[in-house]
């Protein structure tokens, strides 16, 4: 069965590097999906991603995040430079439609020392 | 602005009793309505969603929901517990046109032998 993958599943940086997480969709997904969930709290929504460009992005989405698809595989979200509250697990997702639903990778947890 | 509510941080049940697990959603419009089920070290998994058409969902694992406009719920049920369906449970909603999702808080359902 088609998933969502992503790595690594545990990366552990300095405050203030940066960090890219990775994500490889489902191949014929078409939207993508950055989502985080600090530890104890509500999953959040960070960003949805269309045809090349953001289609959506929350308040948490500054410009210290980015998003890529720099291949025809690949989804990204960079981190510029890390701070402490940053620490979370990263859900990667996607959809075959803005209207279906999405299927979520396993996660990656970003700690930040 | 959208909100869920899920009733419950923890719900202890036995194995072959009920389950219910509660969610209220705040919304200005009808939304589409999902239950994702989280496992241990694993990522989000569809379990159902209400989008349009009959109100009671039948999901994946024997577990439903039914959508009740006039209370603004869409609780998640299971006729008779496993063990295996022991995980954190996370209503979500999405608006009609949109792609972002916005999460409850979750419920962590206990099965005990």
């Known amino acids: 069965e088609p998933e969502v993958t992503q790595t690594p599943s545990h990366q552990v940086t300095q405050m203030g590097q940066e960090v890219i997480l990775r994500c490889v969709p489902i191949?014929?997904?078409?939207?993508f999906y950055w989502y985080r969930q600090i530890l104890g709290q509500k999953v959040e929504f960070l960003v949805s991603?269309?045809?090349?460009?953001?289609?959506?992005k929350s308040e948490i989405f500054d410009d210290q995040f980015s998003v890529e698809r720099p291949d025809g595989s690949n989804f990204t979200l960079k981190i510029r430079s890390t701070k402490l509250e940053d620490s979370a697990m990263y859900f990667c997702?996607?959809?075959?439609?803005?209207?279906?639903?999405?299927?979520f990778g396993q996660g990656t947890r970003l700690t930040v020392v | 602005a959208q909100s869920v509510t899920q009733l419950g941080s923890h719900v202890s049940v036995s194995e072959g009793a009920l389950v219910l697990l509660r969610c209220n959603y705040s919304?200005?419009?009808?939304?589409?309505l999902f239950w994702y089920v989280q496992y241990p070290n694993q990522g989000l998994q569809l379990l159902l969603k209400?989008?349009?058409?009959?109100?009671l969902v039948k999901g994946i694992n024997g577990f439903e929901a039914e959508f009740k406009k006039s209370e603004t719920s869409f609780h998640l049920t299971k006729p008779s517990a496993h063990m295996s369906d022991a995980a954190e449970y996370f209503c979500?909603?999405?608006?009609?046109?949109?792609?972002?999702?916005?999460f409850g808080t979750g419920t962590r359902l206990l099965v005990s032998p």
């Open positions: 997702a996607s959809s075959e439609a803005g209207e279906t639903e999405a299927f």
């Open positions: 191949s014929n997904h078409l939207y």
């Open positions: 991603f269309y045809n090349n460009e953001i289609s959506e």
């Open positions: 919304s200005s419009v009808p939304p589409y």
């Open positions: 209400y989008t349009t058409g009959a109100t």
């Open positions: 979500a909603v999405r608006r009609v046109g949109f792609q972002k999702l916005v």
